[in-house]
Each structure stands twice: as structure tokens, then as C-alpha cells.
């Protein structure tokens, strides 16, 4: 059974940084296609960013070049760094854990609120 655990999110100025954390507890996590997800509150769940276990990404055009996601494979855990933050950037952040070879096995964490004020 996968577990993932999010954590970073934080209150943060327009223009600031954070970054996001995810755990990965359980095994083979080089099988799962990592991603990022956010979701404001009466609103569907989107697409921020997502990285395969080869490394290849993909990424939201509203956050291309502002946003990079990575993964660390001995650690098990996968990144979020968000920079040039904006107010829109605000939303609660969910990490996302899908199988490469079984899609129906996709897994989610408790999500982590991310604020974007002055």
C-alpha cells in the first residue's frame, strides 16, 4: 500500500518562493508517475506539474518557468518548487502517486494549503 504525506505549504508574499515536499512510503516507487495537483475550494482538482521515473516532465502552462518539479529516488520523495508566486497560485497542493504500467492504481495524499497574500 502507497502512503505519501505532503508538507511545506505556507503563507508567502507575492513573489516569494516555497517548497513543497512529498513522501512516498511503500515500494517501487520508480513504477509510479509522480505529480502535483492543487484544488481551490469549489473548484475541480488541476494539473500543476508531473515527472516520470525517467524524468521526464510536464507542467501546467500557468506555472511553466515559475514552477519545477523533481524527484528523489533514494529518498523517495518528490519536490515542488515554486517560485514568482502569485495570489492565483493559491489552492490546497496535492501530491499524486500513478503506476506507469497499472493507472488504476493511483494513490493521493492529505494535501498541503498554500497562500499567496499580502
Known amino acids: 500500500q502507497v502512503q505519501l504525506v505532503e508538507s511545506g505549504g505556507d503563507l508567502v508574499q507575492p513573489g516569494g518562493s516555497l517548497r513543497l515536499t512529498c513522501v512516498f512510503s511503500g515500494s517501487m516507487f520508480s513504477l509510479y508517475k509522480m505529480g502535483w495537483y492543487r484544488q481551490v475550494l469549489g473548484k475541480q482538482r488541476e494539473l500543476v506539474a508531473t515527472i516520470t521515473s525517467g524524468g521526464s516532465t510536464n507542467y501546467a502552462d500557468s506555472v511553466k518557468g515559475r514552477f519545477t518539479i523533481s524527484r528523489d529516488s533514494a529518498k523517495k520523495m518528490v519536490y515542488l518548487q515554486m517560485n514568482s508566486l502569485k495570489p492565483e497560485d493559491t489552492a490546497v497542493y496535492y501530491c499524486?502517486?500513478?503506476?506507469?504500467?497499472?493507472?488504476?492504481?493511483?494513490?493521493w495524499g492529505q494535501g498541503t494549503q498554500v497562500t499567496v497574500s499580502s
Open positions: 499524486n502517486a500513478n503506476h506507469q504500467l497499472a493507472p488504476s492504481q493511483a494513490y
